[in-house]
């Protein structure tokens, strides 16, 4: 390329950047009708002429959904957005930079009017829900430092929950919720627990995060969303019952459910834990019994008990699966067998489960049937291999035909060729 | 067959048995004498077979020809070639029937053969076992060739024909372990193909056949291919000069058998064949139904189980390739070399006597050996663990 | 090898003394014979197998349509999952896996409320397999059923 060829390159890249600039004025200069038609003030950006001197909000706010759906700045702070006269922009009902206290009503203004939100199929419960959670309660004390709907939600960048990026996205939440809950000066302050470490522990935390499992509970599922409070001892049951319905049915009809009721034990928490829920493991059974009752007692026992049953089903299934793999390998036909430990797998599972009713003889029904299953397999599993083992008597039959046959096979060979 | 040795002047008058009535007939129409002189090729008749005579005439003639009764039990490993590899052949049309070479197929069918199919255990067991007995076969008698010094003039030929069957064999071996696709063979196949691509020149030339440096389905489709078509071809060419090389030169006869008094006929011969088929057959038979070889569920490519390592004719060239310090194509050059030495050194010895005598050679034969006998122990008891 | 016991049997001309002679011959030759039988009905047997898994899937035979009683489920435990047969009205039939796709549970049959149910976590699915509740993150695999002459067939 010449070096005049550069030059007229360059003209044109400045005379480009002139008139892209006298459009940028113009269009600054032109102006912002707030009250036109409808189609007028989609077109106009929502942040009015706020984001000439606020552009890091103006960004915020265009990010989220309210931009879209003409919540302005002026819906929220007041005064004048036609204007980038400071004075008049920051006059009339403008209120400034909104006082915690005040931010769940001014939310409620819109979202909790059932006419503003039917379009969107929003609920309008929230305000009424907040007011009620414990952070609600304390705000109205006076309270300052409670989460209000903006520690969530964000002020300016409030994104649909739908949202991954949304703050109060389902795996967004224990983070959200940790910001205070977490390992803060807050949470010293007042001497409350660490919740998010805890959580992040559980096996709640283990589906939601690593196995990626949206049904995983967070915070919100147990203490509510804005209703949040801590359920009530009572209530707990009812609560981890939701998911776990089983367990539940089977602890109620369990001595500890009316014991445990009447003593305020915290039923499930009180084995489980509560944010940091572990896994099932089965040899909690025995072992979590002592959390509550002395060494020796003959609760202790009944979890011993438990323990044993489950284990002795266990090992029959074991069992049968290494007949069924040695049948495998042979190959023999197995299909059926690998459906029927599945089966027997079944009954165990539920023998945990129906161990919350902390009654032998219940588990009992189910690891026996688990273990009848295992031993029918192996049962039928040997006779196979016996069966197997008796055919190759056909082997003898087979030699004797061989040992004919070598017999008269001689006989022609040694027979002289008749003359 | 042996009618033809007594026909005392029946004369035309007297009507043939049907089966000769029909052989009369479709002699008048093809030269069946021909076709019988193709099947001599491999094994069954070692005089030349006049193609010009009737089938029943150059029978007689073969009949009534005295044969020498040889030293049986050396020679029988060449007879065995042909036998076992007729077995193979048929057991594996049979397996061919069901099985699909394709990565999902090929377990799943081998299965199906195995565990759904009437007798299909059998088969496949037979071919198994029928495998394993045939490579002991060539290599027994690549060995006793070797000590019986059959390397010599006039036998050059068949010498390298053997070594070719033994090759022959191992890749028929290494191929056909590939094939049912489960987790053993999918491993010991891998390993294998680590060691021949160790080599330099066969290594790259080989994987270029097999189509790839690790175990896939295309790898599985050429194995397929080139254990039922290509290398059975081979190997039938390497039987051909095999008797080929007998018909022209006779039969290796050690200086204690050949008594020209004590003849035998082929009717006789004949029938010792058979005798021994049968025996084999029946041997077979029981160590398929006694020791049938077990399955260990379909290859994963993604999980390595632990101890895996080749078959055991390549143990020896595992552990050289795991243990020999230095560059990985220094093993492999040593393997090939050892490899094409099989062949050569003997023809080259007797060519030169005067440079390699034929004690050094044996010493030295012996010496390689009893090293191939450790590094396969080494193989078997260090690496695989 | 029968051809081979043909050699050696009495030539054309053998008529004189040996009737007993003549009869092992043809025993032997029978004997003989009997390899080329069983060798033929080894291959014959191994064979003959297509023709009991019509190829591509297999089809297992439910039973007969009339001794499936309307709304009420059979449990087939066939192969690594088991599954249920459903008769849903007067003329079709269903089938649906057994296993909860949750973790591998095995389902019930609830008759009053025509669904299936999980025992482990309440799952519950109804007669096309669909998620109506619980856990369970996919539906339940169906099966093709067919019917030939009354009798229900299943494929797997």
């Known amino acids: 390329m010449s070096a005049r060829a550069g030059f007229a390159r360059m003209l044109a890249l400045a005379a480009a950047l002139a008139l892209s600039a006298e459009a940028a004025r113009a269009a600054a200069t032109a102006p912002v009708p707030i009250t036109g038609s409808r189609v007028g003030r989609i077109v106009t950006p929502t942040a009015g002429r706020c984001g000439v001197c606020h552009p890091t909000e103006r960004v915020a706010l265009e990010s989220s959904p309210h931009a879209r759906e003409d919540v302005r700045c002026t819906s929220c702070h007041g005064g004048d957005d036609t204007t980038t006269d400071e004075k008049r922009a920051h006059g009339g009902d403008f209120t400034g930079k909104v006082d915690r206290g005040t931010v769940p009503r001014m939310c409620a203004r819109c979202h909790a009017d059932e006419k503003r939100m039917r379009p969107y199929d929003l609920p309008v419960d929230q305000y009424a829900l907040y007011q009620q959670s414990r952070h609600g309660q304390l705000l109205a004390k006076g309270d300052r430092q409670v989460a209000v709907c903006s520690d969530c939600h964000g002020a300016h960048d409030i994104l649909a929950v739908a949202d991954p990026a949304s703050r109060v996205y389902p795996t967004n939440i224990p983070r959200t919720c940790g910001r205070c809950h977490g390992d803060t000066t807050l949470v010293r302050q007042r001497h409350i627990k660490n919740a998010y470490a805890d959580y992040l522990t559980s096996v709640h935390a283990h589906q939601l995060f690593d196995l990626g499992n949206m049904r995983a509970p967070t915070c919100v599922s147990c203490h509510g969303v804005h209703g949040a409070t801590p359920p009530d001892v009572a209530d707990i049951t009812k609560v981890c019952g939701r998911c776990h319905t089983t367990e539940r049915r089977y602890f109620i009809a369990g001595p500890h459910a009316a014991k445990m009721a009447e003593n305020n034990v915290p039923a499930c928490i009180a084995c489980h834990g509560n944010h940091a829920v572990e896994a099932s493991v089965v040899t909690r059974l025995a072992s979590n019994c002592e959390k509550c009752h002395e060494k020796g007692d003959p609760q202790v026992a009944l979890g011993a008990r438990m323990l044993d049953e489950y284990k002795t089903a266990q090992t029959e299934i074991d069992k049968a699966e290494k007949l069924i793999a040695e049948a495998d390998a042979v190959p023999m036909q197995t299909e059926d067998y690998h459906a029927r430990v599945e089966e027997a797998r079944t009954y165990l599972r539920e023998a945990m489960t129906a161990a919350h009713t902390v009654q032998p003889e219940v588990v009992a029904s189910f690891t026996l049937r688990a273990r009848s299953v295992g031993e029918e397999i192996q049962d039928e599993l040997t006779h196979k291999f016996a069966n197997a083992r008796m055919s190759k008597l056909g082997l003898v039959v087979f030699w004797f035909y061989v040992l004919v046959t070598l017999g008269i096979l001689r006989r022609y060979r040694n027979r002289r060729p008749r003359a | ?385 | 090898m029968a051809d081979l016991a043909a050699g050696p049997g009495p030539g054309p001309g053998a008529g004189s003394p040996a009737t007993r002679r003549q009869f092992l011959t043809w025993l032997s030759r029978a004997f003989l014979g009997l390899w080329a039988v069983g060798g033929a009905g080894v291959v014959a047997a191994y064979m003959g197998a297509p023709d009991k898994n019509e190829g591509g899937g297999r089809q297992v035979r439910i039973g007969r349509l009339d001794d499936l009683r309307i709304g009420e489920a059979r449990l087939v435990r066939h192969g690594v999952t088991p599954f249920f047969v459903i008769r849903t009205n007067e003329t079709s039939v269903v089938a649906l896996s057994a296993v909860c796709t949750h973790v591998r549970c095995i389902l019930n049959y609830d008759r009053e409320r025509r669904v299936i149910t999980c025992p482990c976590h309440e799952g519950r699915f109804d007669l096309n397999g669909t998620v109506l509740s619980g856990p369970p993150p996919r539906q339940l695999p169906s099966y093709e059923v067919s019917m030939r002459a009354g009798e229900v067939f299943v494929r797997v």
């Open chain 2, 1 to 385: 067959m042996s009618t033809t040795t007594q026909d005392p002047q029946g004369g035309p008058q007297k009507p043939l048995p049907w089966h000769w009535a029909a052989v009369a007939w479709l002699e008048q129409r093809i030269n069946l004498t021909e076709i019988f002189s193709i099947l001599t090729s491999f094994g069954i008749v070692y005089t030349p077979v006049d193609t010009r005579r009737p089938l029943r005439e150059a029978m007689a003639e073969i009949g009534a020809t005295p044969l020498v009764s040889y030293a049986r039990w050396p020679q029988v490993l060449g007879l065995l070639t042909a036998l076992l590899f007729a077995l193979e052949a048929v057991t594996g049309v049979l397996l061919a029937f069901y099985y699909h070479p394709t990565g999902e197929g090929a377990y799943a069918s081998t299965e199906g053969i195995v565990r759904d199919i009437p007798l299909g255990w059998f088969i496949h067991q037979m071919h198994d076992w029928g495998a394993y007995l045939l490579i002991a076969v060539v290599v027994l008698r690549v060995v006793r060739m070797f000590w019986h010094r059959l390397y010599l003039a006039p036998r050059e030929v068949l010498w390298v024909s053997a070594v070719m069957l033994m090759w022959v064999v191992l890749q028929l071996d290494f191929t056909g372990r590939l094939l049912p696709y489960d987790v053993t063979s999918y491993w010991s196949a891998m390993r294998g193909l680590e060691i021949v691509c160790s080599q330099p020149v066969v290594g790259p030339f080989i994987s270029f056949v097999l189509g790839g440096h690790v175990i896939t389905e295309n790898v599985l489709l050429r194995s397929y291919v080139l254990h039922v078509v290509v290398l059975p071809l081979l190997y039938l060419i390497g039987i051909y000069v095999t008797f080929g090389t007998m018909r022209r030169i006779g039969l290796s006869v050690p200086a204690e058998g050949g008594d020209p008094a004590n003849a035998t006929t082929w009717r006789k011969h004949t029938l010792d064949f058979v005798i021994f088929q049968l025996l084999l057959f029946a041997g077979l038979v029981t160590l398929a139904t006694l020791l049938p070889f077990r399955f260990h569920g379909p290859a994963d490519p993604y999980s390595t189980p632990p101890g895996t390592h080749p078959a055991w004719y390549l143990l020896s060239a595992y552990t050289i390739v795991q243990y020999l310090p230095g560059p990985g194509w220094i093993a492999g050059l040593l393997l090939l070399l050892a490899g094409l030495s099989v062949p050569i050194v003997p023809l080259w010895s007797a060519r030169n006597p005067q440079r390699l005598s034929d004690t050094r050679l044996r010493q030295g034969a012996i010496a390689l050996f009893a090293v191939w006998c450790v590094l396969t122990l080494v193989g078997a008891f260090v690496v695989r663990k």
